[in-house]
C-alpha cells in the first residue's frame, strides 16, 4: 500500500562503483558532546490563574501529550519549560507576620508526574501572582519573591532531595517586556528587584537541610531574562538587566543567559544567524557577558505556535529541526558568538487542536474524538517527534558538520559521532545524513558515494533507520484519507505504522574500512538516515523498566517504558507481548502484539481488533539489538478495564 521504492543503496563493501561524486573521510577530530538540545516546552491553555492553570494542566489530553513526549527514546527530551508553573501554587493567608503562607498540593501533584513517573526535569520559571500577593503588596514585591522562591525551593528539596534535583532548571520571567507576560506591569526598576529577589531566594534555599553547619546549601543557576531584545526603547528590562550584570559582573544575579530567537521563515539557518546577530550586538555592548554560558530557549523555525503551517505537520520540520541542532553544533565550535551555547529549547510540548490537528508547532497530532461517549484523544506521533528520537541516538563525541556536495548549490549535511573506545567499554558510531531541505530544480540522478570508516571492532553490527516523506509520515495518510477529525481504527493504526523512522537496513559487518554508498537518485526530499554501528562488546541491552499501561479509551491502551540509559544504543526494536487473562480454564498463551511494528521507541498503542478484542490481561515488553540479541522481559503488568 506505501510506496516504498529503492531509497538507499547501501554497499557493505570496498568497491569501485562507477559514482558521480565522493567523499572520503580523513582525520575526523571529535569533541565533548553534550546533548545541549533536549529541551522542549509550552504555555498551558486557560485563565492565568490558580484555577485556570490548575485545571488546564490536570487535563488528561494534556497529560497524555506528556506521557507521548516522556516515551521518546532516553535522553532525548531532558527538560520542560511550562509558563506559568507557579500558579500551582495556592495562596492560603498571612501569617501573624504577614507573611504569605502557601499551599501546594496542586503543584506537587504535577511535579511528582514530571519528575516521578515522566522522568522530565523542569524549568521553573518565577512567574506568576499567587493569591495576588503581588499585586496586593506592591511595595514588598522583593520580599515576597524572595521569600516564595526559598518556600517552594526548600518544600521541594524535603520531598525529592537535592541531589535528584539537580538537572532541575531555574528562570526569570518569561519575555518581560511584553505585555502579555509582564502581568504584575513591573516597572524596570521593580523588574531589577525582582530578579536580585528571586536570586536571593535560589540562594537560600536548602540552607536549613544541610547535615552540618559546614555544608553549604547547592549552589543553584538561575537563566534570565528570557528576554525577545527587540529595541532598547521597547525592551527595556532584558537590556538593562544586561547593562546591570556588565556594569559588575559579581553582583550579576543571573548565570546564564537566555534569549529568543526564531528563524523567520522556517530555516533553520536563520535561527542560527539571528541568535548570532543578537549575542554580536550583547557582546559589542557588553562584552563582559561573554563569560557567560548562553541559550536560546524558544529557538524555533517560525514564531506563533498555532498558526497552521504545512512543513511543520511532515518531515520537512523534522528535518529542519535536526538541521538547526547541527548548525548550532558547528557555530559552537567555529569559536564565535555562540561558544558558549549551553543548550536549546523547542518551544513544541504544546497540544494541537482542530482543525490543525497535524500543522500547528507541535510534536504530536492530536485528535479530540468528540464523538465517543465520553469524549477522548488520540495521538500520532510527527517526523519531528521521531527526528528527536533519532539525535537522542548520537554519541558522547562528534566531529564538525561536514557538507558533502550533491551538485553545484546542494550538499548532504552529515554529522558523526562517537561513544566508548580508548579502554572503554567497547565502541559505538552514530552519524545522520541530511538532505537538503529542498532543492529546485529537481536534483539531477546522482550517485552519492560517501566513505565512512566503520572499522570500530572485528565484531560489529550496524544499522540504518530513515525518515523519509510518504514513507515515514502519517499527514501524507491522513490527507489522502481526506483529513477526517474522526480518523477511524484503521487510520489511526495505519499512521502509527508510519510515525516512526523505517527500519532500512541492518546486519553483521566483517571487514574494515567498509564503505557506504548512497544512491539518492529516487529518494525523496527531504530526508533523514541515521546509521549506527556497535562493537560486540559495547553494553548489552538490559530489561525495560516501569512498565506503565494507561487507558486511551474503551479498548485501546498506551503503553510505554523506560529505557536503561546506557544501554539502548544499539537497541534494533521492541517486542511487545500479551497474555489474555485465562477465561473459563483455557490455557492462554503470551502473543507477540508487535509483530511486523518496527518499534525503536519505548512505546506501543495497543487497539486490539477481530478474535482477540480485549485489552485485559498481562504486558511484558523487551528489546532485540543489532546483534538480534534479547534483552531481559520487563516486569509483567497486568491492565484491567473498568
Ligand atoms: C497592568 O496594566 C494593564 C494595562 O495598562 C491593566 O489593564 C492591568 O489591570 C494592569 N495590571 C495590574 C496587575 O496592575
Ligand atoms: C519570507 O517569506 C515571505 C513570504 O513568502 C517573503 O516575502 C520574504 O521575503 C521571506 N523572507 C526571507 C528572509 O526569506
Ligand atoms: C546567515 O549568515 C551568513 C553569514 O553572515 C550569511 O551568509 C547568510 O546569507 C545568512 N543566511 C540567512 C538565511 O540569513
Ligand atoms: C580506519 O580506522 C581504523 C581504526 O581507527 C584505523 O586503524 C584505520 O587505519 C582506518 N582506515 C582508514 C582508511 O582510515
Ligand atoms: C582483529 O582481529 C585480528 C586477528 O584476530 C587481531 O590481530 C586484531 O588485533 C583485532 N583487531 C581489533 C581492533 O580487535
Ligand atoms: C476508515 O477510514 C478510511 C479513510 O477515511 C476508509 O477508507 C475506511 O473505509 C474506513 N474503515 C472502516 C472500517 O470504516
Ligand atoms: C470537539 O469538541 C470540542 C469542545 O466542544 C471542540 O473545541 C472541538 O473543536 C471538537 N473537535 C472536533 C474535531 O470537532
Ligand atoms: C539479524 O537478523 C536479521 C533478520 O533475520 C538478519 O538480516 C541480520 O543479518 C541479523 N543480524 C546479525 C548481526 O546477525
Same mark, same amino acid.
Given at each position: 500500500?506505501?510506496?516504498?521504492?529503492?531509497?538507499?543503496?547501501?554497499?557493505?563493501?570496498?568497491? &569501485?562503483?562507477?559514482?558521480?561524486?565522493?567523499?572520503?573521510?580523513?582525520?575526523?577530530?571529535?569533541?565533548?558532546?553534550?546533548?545541549?538540545?533536549?529541551?522542549?516546552?509550552?504555555?498551558?491553555?486557560?485563565?492565568?490563574?490558580?484555577? &485556570?492553570?490548575?485545571?488546564?494542566?490536570?487535563?488528561?489530553?494534556?497529560?497524555?501529550?506528556?506521557? %507521548?513526549?516522556?516515551?521518546?527514546?532516553?535522553?532525548?527530551? $531532558?527538560?520542560?519549560?511550562?509558563?506559568?508553573?507557579?500558579?500551582?501554587?495556592?495562596?492560603? %493567608?498571612?501569617?501573624?507576620?504577614?507573611?504569605?503562607?502557601?499551599?501546594?498540593?496542586?503543584?506537587?501533584?504535577?511535579?511528582?508526574?514530571?519528575?516521578?513517573?515522566?522522568?522530565?526535569?523542569?524549568?521553573?520559571?518565577?512567574?506568576?501572582?499567587?493569591?495576588?500577593?503581588?499585586?496586593?503588596?506592591?511595595?514588598?514585591?522583593?520580599?515576597?519573591?524572595?521569600?516564595?522562591?526559598?518556600?517552594?525551593?526548600?518544600?521541594?528539596?524535603?520531598?525529592?532531595?537535592?541531589?535528584?534535583?539537580?538537572?532541575?532548571?531555574?528562570?526569570?520571567?518569561?519575555?518581560?517586556?511584553?505585555?502579555?507576560?509582564?502581568?504584575?506591569?513591573?516597572?524596570?526598576?521593580?523588574?531589577?528587584?525582582?530578579?536580585?529577589?528571586?536570586?536571593?531566594?535560589?540562594?537560600?534555599?536548602?540552607?536549613?537541610?544541610?547535615?552540618?553547619?559546614?555544608?553549604?546549601?547547592?549552589?543553584?543557576?538561575?537563566? *534570565?531574562?528570557?528576554?525577545?531584545?527587540?529595541?532598547?526603547?521597547?525592551?527595556?528590562?532584558?537590556?538593562?538587566?544586561?547593562?546591570?550584570?556588565?556594569?559588575?559582573?559579581?553582583?550579576?544575579?543571573?548565570?546564564?543567559?537566555?534569549?529568543?530567537?526564531?528563524?523567520?521563515?522556517?530555516?533553520?539557518?536563520?535561527?542560527?544567524?539571528?541568535?548570532?546577530?543578537?549575542?554580536?550586538?550583547?557582546?559589542?555592548?557588553?562584552?563582559?557577558?561573554?563569560?557567560?554560558?548562553?541559550?536560546?530557549?524558544?529557538?524555533?523555525?517560525?514564531?506563533?505556535?498555532?498558526?497552521?503551517?504545512?512543513?511543520?505537520?511532515?518531515?520537512?520540520? &523534522?528535518?529542519?529541526?535536526?538541521?538547526?541542532?547541527?548548525?548550532?553544533?558547528?557555530?559552537?565550535?567555529?569559536?564565535?558568538?555562540?561558544?558558549?551555547?549551553?543548550?536549546?529549547?523547542?518551544?513544541?510540548?504544546?497540544?494541537?487542536?482542530?482543525?490543525?490537528?497535524?500543522?500547528?508547532? $507541535?510534536?504530536?497530532?492530536?485528535?479530540?474524538?468528540?464523538?465517543?461517549?465520553?469524549?477522548?484523544?488520540?495521538?500520532?506521533?510527527?517526523?519531528?517527534?521521531?527526528?528527536?528520537?533519532?539525535?537522542?541516538?548520537?554519541?558522547?563525541?562528534?566531529?564538525?558538520?561536514?557538507?558533502?556536495?550533491?551538485?553545484?548549490?546542494?550538499?548532504?549535511?552529515?554529522?558523526?559521532?562517537?561513544?566508548?573506545?580508548?579502554?572503554?567499554?567497547?565502541?559505538?558510531?552514530?552519524?545522520?545524513?541530511?538532505?537538503?531541505?529542498?532543492?529546485?530544480?529537481?536534483?539531477?540522478?546522482?550517485?552519492?558515494?560517501?566513505?565512512?570508516?566503520?572499522?570500530?571492532?572485528?565484531?560489529?553490527?550496524?544499522?540504518?533507520?530513515?525518515?523519509?516523506?510518504?514513507?515515514?509520515?502519517?499527514?501524507?495518510?491522513?490527507?489522502?484519507?481526506?483529513?477526517?477529525?474522526?480518523?477511524?481504527?484503521?487510520?489511526?493504526?495505519?499512521?502509527?505504522?508510519?510515525?516512526?523512522?523505517?527500519?532500512?537496513?541492518? *546486519?553483521?559487518?566483517?571487514?574494515?574500512?567498509?564503505?557506504?554508498?548512497?544512491?539518492?537518485?529516487?529518494?525523496?526530499?527531504?530526508?533523514?538516515?541515521?546509521?549506527?554501528?556497535?562493537?560486540?562488546?559495547?553494553?548489552?541491552?538490559?530489561?525495560?523498566?516501569?512498565?506503565?499501561?494507561?487507558?486511551?479509551?474503551?479498548?485501546?491502551?498506551?503503553?510505554?517504558?523506560?529505557?536503561?540509559?546506557?544501554?539502548?544504543?544499539?537497541?534494533?526494536?521492541?517486542?511487545?507481548?500479551?497474555?489474555?487473562?485465562?477465561?473459563?480454564?483455557?490455557?492462554?498463551?503470551?502473543?507477540?502484539?508487535?509483530?511486523?511494528?518496527?518499534?525503536?521507541?519505548?512505546?506501543?498503542?495497543?487497539?486490539?481488533?477481530?478474535?482477540?478484542?480485549?485489552?485485559? *490481561?498481562?504486558?511484558?515488553?523487551?528489546?532485540?539489538?543489532?546483534?538480534?540479541? $534479547?534483552?531481559?522481559?520487563?516486569?509483567?503488568?497486568?491492565?484491567?478495564?473498568?
Amino acid at each position: 500500500m506505501l510506496p516504498s521504492p529503492l531509497l538507499l543503496l547501501l554497499l557493505l563493501c570496498v568497491s &569501485g562503483h562507477n559514482v558521480h561524486a565522493h567523499y572520503t573521510s580523513g582525520d575526523v577530530v571529535y569533541h565533548p558532546l553534550s546533548h545541549f538540545w533536549t529541551g522542549v516546552g509550552f504555555c498551558p491553555a486557560g485563565d492565568i490563574d490558580h484555577e &485556570g492553570i490548575s485545571a488546564a494542566l490536570a487535563a488528561p489530553e494534556v497529560q497524555m501529550n506528556l506521557r %507521548q513526549i516522556a516515551a521518546l527514546p532516553v535522553g532525548a527530551v $531532558t527538560h520542560i519549560r511550562i509558563h506559568w508553573l507557579l500558579e500551582l501554587v495556592q495562596f492560603l %493567608q498571612y501569617d501573624m507576620s504577614g507573611v504569605p503562607m502557601y499551599d501546594f498540593g496542586k503543584f506537587d501533584t504535577f511535579i511528582d508526574f514530571l519528575h516521578e513517573e515522566l522522568r522530565l526535569s523542569p524549568v521553573l520559571e518565577f512567574m506568576g501572582n499567587p493569591g495576588q500577593v503581588f499585586t496586593e503588596n506592591p511595595q514588598q514585591i522583593s520580599f515576597f519573591w524572595d521569600h516564595l522562591v526559598k518556600t517552594t525551593l526548600n518544600h521541594q528539596i524535603v520531598r525529592h532531595g537535592s541531589a535528584r534535583m539537580a538537572n532541575w532548571r531555574y528562570e526569570t520571567w518569561n519575555e518581560p517586556d511584553l505585555h502579555g507576560y509582564n502581568t504584575l506591569n513591573l516597572t524596570v526598576d521593580y523588574y531589577l528587584d525582582y530578579v536580585q529577589a528571586v536570586r536571593r531566594g535560589l540562594s537560600k534555599a536548602g540552607a536549613a537541610h544541610g547535615h552540618s553547619s559546614s555544608n553549604l546549601p547547592m549552589y543553584r543557576a538561575l537563566r *534570565g531574562p528570557a528576554g525577545l531584545f527587540k529595541s532598547l526603547n521597547g525592551h527595556p528590562r532584558c537590556w538593562k538587566l544586561l547593562e546591570l550584570c556588565n556594569q559588575r559582573m559579581v553582583h550579576c544575579p543571573i548565570d546564564v543567559l537566555s534569549f529568543h530567537r526564531k528563524g523567520l521563515n522556517g530555516s533553520a539557518v536563520e535561527i542560527v544567524n539571528a541568535s548570532l546577530t543578537l549575542l554580536q550586538q550583547i557582546f559589542e555592548e557588553y562584552p563582559n557577558l561573554k563569560q557567560l554560558p548562553v541559550a536560546n530557549d524558544e529557538a524555533d523555525p517560525v514564531a506563533g505556535w498555532s498558526t497552521p503551517r504545512e512543513f511543520q505537520a511532515d518531515v520537512r520540520y &523534522g528535518v529542519t529541526l535536526m538541521s538547526m541542532v547541527m548548525q548550532h553544533w558547528h557555530a559552537k565550535l567555529s569559536g564565535g558568538a555562540l561558544s558558549r551555547l549551553e543548550s536549546i529549547s523547542h518551544d513544541n510540548a504544546f497540544l494541537s487542536y482542530h482543525p490543525h490537528e497535524f500543522t500547528q508547532r $507541535t510534536l504530536l497530532a492530536h485528535f479530540r474524538m468528540n464523538e465517543t461517549q465520553p469524549p477522548h484523544s488520540q495521538f500520532v506521533q510527527k517526523p519531528v517527534y521521531a527526528a528527536l528520537g533519532m539525535l537522542a541516538k548520537l554519541g558522547s563525541r562528534a566531529a564538525d558538520m561536514e557538507l558533502v556536495n550533491m551538485d553545484t548549490k546542494h550538499s548532504v549535511q552529515v554529522w558523526r559521532t562517537v561513544s566508548g573506545g580508548m579502554g572503554g567499554p567497547g565502541q559505538y558510531m552514530a552519524t545522520i545524513f541530511l538532505s537538503p531541505e529542498e532543492a529546485v530544480p529537481k536534483i539531477t540522478p546522482f550517485h552519492h558515494k560517501y566513505t565512512l570508516n566503520m572499522s570500530i571492532a572485528n565484531e560489529s553490527a550496524f544499522i540504518t533507520e530513515l525518515m523519509v516523506p510518504q514513507s515515514t509520515d502519517p499527514f501524507h495518510l491522513w490527507t489522502q484519507a481526506g483529513s477526517p477529525a474522526y480518523p477511524n481504527a484503521t487510520l489511526r493504526e495505519a499512521m502509527r505504522r508510519v510515525q516512526t523512522p523505517r527500519l532500512y537496513e541492518t *546486519g553483521p559487518i566483517w571487514q574494515y574500512n567498509s564503505e557506504l554508498v548512497i544512491n539518492s537518485a529516487s529518494i525523496p526530499l527531504p530526508w533523514a538516515m541515521l546509521l549506527r554501528v556497535c562493537s560486540a562488546t559495547w553494553p548489552k541491552l538490559k530489561r525495560p523498566q516501569q512498565l506503565s499501561i494507561v487507558e486511551v479509551t474503551h479498548r485501546e491502551v498506551f503503553i510505554s517504558w523506560r529505557e536503561h540509559p546506557k544501554s539502548t544504543q544499539c537497541l534494533r526494536s521492541y517486542e511487545v507481548w500479551f497474555k489474555q487473562r485465562g477465561g473459563q480454564g483455557f490455557a492462554v498463551d503470551w502473543q507477540l502484539i508487535s509483530r511486523d511494528w518496527h518499534l525503536p521507541y519505548p512505546s506501543f498503542q495497543y487497539a486490539p481488533n477481530g478474535q482477540i478484542s480485549s485489552v485485559n *490481561g498481562f504486558y511484558k515488553v523487551r528489546g532485540v539489538d543489532v546483534f538480534n540479541e $534479547t534483552s531481559p522481559f520487563s516486569q509483567i503488568v497486568e491492565y484491567l478495564e473498568l
